[in-house]
T-cell receptor, first 114, second 114 residues
């Protein structure tokens, strides 16, 4: 069965610094999609970034980028120039085209220190 | 375009009561799902649907029922509420899994069972 593991329940970073959140997954599929979602205190789930497994190029969205290592089944999120508004819970998620279930990690709570 | 709407936002129930959490989307998405979020547990899939008239169980289906009579609506029924069902509930929708589509989430319902 597919699993998603986020090994860091909580992290802290100084404002303006860079932080990396880790995510590993287990699958026997070759075609799948990976996501990072952000959940601020408002509780709203916000898509941060999406990666297609068949693409070797790492996805980027402004200050957010991923390091996708398919062979290692690793999908870490890098946040550059951290801002106070980045404080949130971050969830890594996995889905395949052939399975209807989407698997979420347990989340990493990120604190931004002013 | 309202996206995914959920009602109510907050609810308090007594043990044994029943209720329905409403979810609707206006994006013509085939796939809809219900999650519960508990501290330290991430998002766990309760039930999902790949189209009108088709539903299936997720990871934690016990105590919950769903139906999908239209593409737009996917209500979640609690048959006899228990304190263990105290949680935050999210409804989400997306295009079919084969597209690798991101999910769109509703604002969540905080349910307390006393």
């Amino acid at each position: 069965a597919q699993t998603v593991t986020q090994s860091q329940p909580e992290m802290s970073v100084q404002e303006a610094e860079t932080v990396t959140l880790s995510c590993t997954y287990d699958t026997s599929e070759s075609d799948y999609y990976l996501f990072w979602y952000k959940q601020p205190p408002s509780r709203q789930m916000i898509l941060v970034i999406r990666q297609e497994a068949y693409k070797q190029q790492n996805a980027t969205e402004n200050r957010f980028s991923v390091n996708f290592q398919k062979a290692a089944k690793s999908f870490s999120l890098k946040i550059s120039d951290s801002q106070l508004g980045d404080a949130a819970m971050y969830f890594c998620a996995y889905r395949t085209g052939g399975d209807d279930k989407i698997i979420f990690g347990k989340g990493t709570r990120l604190h931004i220190l002013p | 375009n309202a996206g995914v709407t959920q009602t109510p936002k907050f609810q308090v129930l007594k043990t044994g009561q029943s209720m329905t959490l409403q979810c609707a989307q206006d994006m013509n998405h085939e796939y809809m799902s219900w999650y519960r979020q508990d501290p330290g547990m991430g998002l766990r899939l309760i039930h999902y649907s790949v189209g009108a008239g088709i539903t299936d169980q997720g990871e934690v289906p016990n105590g919950y029922n769903v139906s999908r009579s239209t593409t737009e609506d996917f209500p979640l029924r609690l048959l006899s509420a228990a304190p263990s069902q105290t949680s935050v509930y999210f409804c989400a929708s997306s295009y079919a899994p084969s597209t690798g589509s991101r999910q769109y989430f509703g604002p969540g319902t905080r349910l307390t069972v006393t």
